[in-house]
């Protein structure tokens, strides 16, 4: 009974002195291998962190205090920047980090992310540097991120987009699930248009319950799009205009053309909007009061939303909407915006029970607006 008691003694000590040696052997390893990767990051390129703490007992590693900077230009002053408040890795095979240069774990959380884009960058399409990843097998089961923030900054005036909570389960399709997603300008809606120095459309959108099935999670890396659907259970979106101010100056871009200038490639077999409160307000160009015009119950199905056609596509993108104009009745629509140049767009619809007397307060200030403009 001794000696067995001394055994368990013994094995118990040799086992403590194991993950005592390999957590003190294992933790300056993955942290040089972490600074060494860094070093071999290009100028241009520049990733900072406060702390990494890590786990070999439970299998975790956090980072915290996580800042990128892309800076390509000798002018500084143009840069995207984000920054990450807590980064964390649970489930992580530490060995196979210092041993195989593979990258395993349950589960990717980002807590408190702001991010800085500098629309003058995007707009040279300056790609980010390649970089080679240290690890020969990245493999994470979820992603889960909040509190994310990010800003567009273009000429002075910026654009915010705030992210609620999501995750991304990983698969080669992978479901994105997005609790809350929110879009406004970063100034007053009057202010907007007097720093442009023309009508300018000022938008602020909110939708929840954000379902992205059937997500290539790999196409995006080489920026595009690619999903089965996109789905958002409900929104909010209000537009101001204010036509006192004069009309921006050259052509406009109709949808199929501004389709094809995002910067990726965006192929989704369908997108559901749910239930949504459309707001438009603008101020006419004479008169001393704002007239609003209100869509209630809006929905929206897009099938497909391509915006580089390949053959055997479709010739058309078909967009039906639904929705209740100022609470009364019922009107349906149904547009063909053409995905081949010189198509004519198509646009069908009617109205179901619609009071017009419920249009009476709105008319006697849009109308006003719309045959000044020459709408």
Same mark, same amino acid.
């Given at each position: 009974?001794?000696?067995?008691?001394?055994?368990?003694?013994?094995?118990?000590?040799?086992?403590?002195?194991?993950?005592?040696?390999?957590?003190?052997?294992?933790?300056?390893?993955?942290?040089?291998?972490?600074? %060494?990767? =860094?070093?071999?990051?290009?100028?241009?390129?520049?990733?900072?962190?406060?702390? #990494?703490? !890590? $786990?070999?007992?439970? *299998?975790?590693?956090?980072?915290?205090?996580?800042?990128?900077?892309?800076?390509?230009?000798?002018?500084?002053?143009?840069?995207?920047?984000?920054?990450?408040?807590?980064?964390?890795?649970?489930?992580?095979?530490?060995?196979?980090?210092?041993?195989?240069?593979?990258?395993?774990?349950?589960?990717?959380?980002?807590?408190?992310?702001?991010?800085?884009?500098?629309?003058?960058?995007?707009?040279?399409?300056?790609?980010?540097?390649?970089?080679?990843?240290?690890?020969?097998?990245?493999?994470?089961?979820?992603?889960?991120?909040?509190?994310?923030?990010?800003?567009?900054?273009?000429?002075?005036?910026?654009?915010?987009?705030?992210?609620?909570?999501?995750?991304?389960?990983?698969?080669?399709? %992978?479901? =994105?699930?997005?609790?809350?997603?929110?879009?406004?300008?970063?100034?007053?809606? #009057?202010? !907007? $248009?007097?720093?442009? *120095?023309?009508?300018?459309?000022?938008?602020?959108?909110?939708?929840?319950?954000?379902?992205?099935?059937?997500?290539?999670?790999?196409?995006?890396?080489?920026?595009?799009?690619?999903?089965?659907?996109?789905?958002?259970?409900?929104?909010?979106?209000?537009?101001?205009?204010?036509?006192?101010?004069?009309?921006?100056?050259?052509?406009?871009?109709?949808?199929?053309?501004?389709?094809?200038?995002?910067?990726?490639?965006?192929?989704?077999?369908?997108?559901?909007?749910?239930?949504?409160?459309?707001?438009?307000?603008?101020?006419?160009?004479?008169?001393?009061?704002?007239?609003?015009?209100?869509?209630?119950?809006?929905?929206?199905?897009?099938?497909?939303?391509?915006?580089?056609?390949?053959?055997?596509?479709?010739?058309?993108?078909?967009?039906?909407?639904?929705?209740?104009?100022?609470?009364?009745?019922?009107?349906?629509?149904?547009?063909?915006?053409?995905?081949?140049?010189?198509?004519?767009?198509?646009?069908?619809?009617?109205?179901?029970?619609?009071?017009?007397?419920?249009?009476?307060?709105?008319?006697?200030?849009?109308?006003?607006?719309?045959?000044?403009?020459?709408?």
């Amino acid at each position: 009974m001794r000696r067995g008691v001394k055994f368990l003694i013994y094995a118990a000590g040799a086992i403590v002195i194991l993950l005592v040696a390999a957590y003190l052997v294992a933790g300056p390893l993955i942290r040089q291998k972490v600074d %060494a990767a =860094l070093r071999q990051l290009p100028p241009s390129l520049q990733v900072s962190y406060a702390s #990494l703490d !890590l $786990g070999v007992f439970t *299998g975790s590693a956090v980072l915290r205090g996580v800042e990128v900077k892309f800076v390509p230009l000798a002018d500084t002053q143009h840069r995207h920047w984000v920054e990450t408040g807590r980064v964390e890795l649970s489930g992580v095979r530490l060995w196979d980090l210092v041993f195989s240069k593979e990258l395993r774990a349950a589960s990717l959380t980002v807590e408190g992310c702001r991010a800085e884009l500098d629309e003058y960058l995007l707009k040279k399409d300056i790609p980010l540097p390649r970089v080679e990843s240290p690890f020969a097998v990245v493999s994470i089961a979820k992603i889960r991120w909040k509190d994310v923030r990010m800003e567009v900054h273009r000429g002075g005036v910026k654009t915010v987009y705030l992210a609620g909570e999501g995750s991304v389960n990983r698969d080669r399709l %992978a479901e =994105l699930l997005i609790d809350t997603l929110r879009s406004w300008p970063g100034v007053d809606k #009057l202010e !907007l $248009g007097r720093t442009k *120095g023309h009508q300018v459309d000022w938008v602020a959108a909110s939708g929840g319950d954000i379902r992205v099935t059937g997500l290539d999670v790999d196409g995006l890396f080489a920026h595009r799009l690619i999903a089965d659907e996109i789905s958002v259970g409900h929104g909010v979106v209000y537009v101001f205009r204010d036509r006192r101010l004069p009309l921006e100056a050259g052509e406009k871009p109709m949808p199929a053309e501004m389709l094809k200038r995002l910067p990726m490639e965006v192929r989704v077999r369908s997108v559901r909007l749910g239930l949504t409160r459309f707001t438009y307000e603008e101020f006419p160009k004479k008169g001393d009061s704002t007239g609003v015009l209100r869509i209630l119950r809006l929905r929206c199905v897009v099938a497909p939303l391509i915006n580089h056609p390949l053959p055997g596509d479709p010739d058309y993108v078909v967009v039906k909407t639904e929705g209740s104009l100022m609470g009364s009745g019922t009107v349906e629509a149904a547009t063909r915006v053409p995905l081949q140049k010189g198509e004519a767009y198509r646009v069908e619809g009617a109205f179901h029970q619609l009071d017009l007397t419920t249009l009476n307060r709105s008319a006697e200030t849009l109308g006003v607006s719309i045959w000044s403009q020459g709408c």
